[in-house]
């Protein structure tokens, strides 16, 4: 990731732990991603829950590093759109 934008020359890392918050966007981003593959290979496949849940878990970690990503940028727009003002530094 960029340390700044190249267009406004906004600052993505303003404080050390900034992006804490992403994470907890990144894991439902997750769990709602594996949780949709599960329940679609549970209903297009007759194999066991464990083996559905196993198979989602892989077919997911090609999707965690752009996930992790658009996780970031979300809580960067959160950020902007509580605190338009801070200063861009």
Known sequence: MNERCLV??????????YFLGAMYISYGLALAAIGALAVLMFLFTHLSPAKV???SVV???PLAPSITLFSRVL???LDQSLDPDLPRT
């Not at 406004?8 to 732990?17: H, I």
């Open 75 to 77: 809580w960067i727009y």
């Open 8 to 17: 406004c020359d906004l600052k993505f890392e303003r404080e050390e732990g």
């Open 53 to 55: 849940i196993l198979w």
């Open 59 to 61: 077919l997911f970690m």
